[in-house]
């Protein structure tokens, strides 16, 4: 955290009595997230599995007086293979997105061996992948196939690891195979959180050594946090390669938060009519 951050925190805060209520919501709400993802789960459908994760994450926001934003091109609840690549910032990133439009979320293979988060991300229907291993990158494709035919959407995050939402890191190709593979249609995402006060909040962001518990308490410490959702407008992956997909992925996120692109192939621009639309850069 900055100076300038320590300065206007406080400011941000709110008081005991608020974070203490906070904290017995958030540990009722995860226990109905164990009973939902054990005993409701395995009896539904996966629209009704979508519903739920909604409905859960919208309750998880409130919670923590998070206001959520959604703008932009936002897919219909009934779109059929999806796949959403986002920059990320936080573990809060999944929640923010479910709540706006849910989707089944690739992750590390480490989650699945958390003590009881592991579990419950396991039964929620995390798709896990191990980065290092190129057989397991492959075999990705399948899995993900086969959640898409249930008429899931799919999020992952790119960038591979987390920033504070000041600057946007270079997306990975390997994931945007699957949306080759499948003829999908990706929906670029940008997130942004800010404070109270309007500028970007000090505390959401997971990053260095911090550990998960003193993320969660810095945000219950938050007196507001507005997280920004923009959805870009969408893209056919059909015909496209996974380095097509990348750098447009990076162009639209970049565009939307004003943040240097790590690879400006294409832009995103404002129509006449306030519309956002692809255009070619000169001289690619």
Known sequence: ???????????????????????LRLLAHFITALLMVGLVFPRVSEARRASLTGWWAQALLRI????????????????????????HISWLDIFAISAAHPARFVAKAEIRDWPVAGWLCDRAGTIFIRRARRRDTAKINETMHAVLSTGATIGFFPEGTTTNGERLLKFNTSLFESAVVNKATLVPVALRYRADDGELSPAIAHAGDAHFLETVAMIIRERRIVADVTF?????????????LAERAEAAVAAVLNVPRPAPHQRLVVGVNGELAWAQNSGD
């Open 1 to 23: 955290m900055s100076a300038t951050d320590q300065a206007r925190y406080p400011a941000l805060q709110s008081n005991r009595l608020t974070r203490a209520v906070r904290w």
């Open 64 to 87: 923590l007086n998070v206001v959520l934003t959604a703008r932009g091109a936002r897919p219909e609840a009934t779109a059929r293979n999806l796949i959403i690549a986002s920059n």
């Open 232 to 244: 870009a407008p969408p893209i056919a992956a059909e015909g496209a390669t996974r380095r097509d």
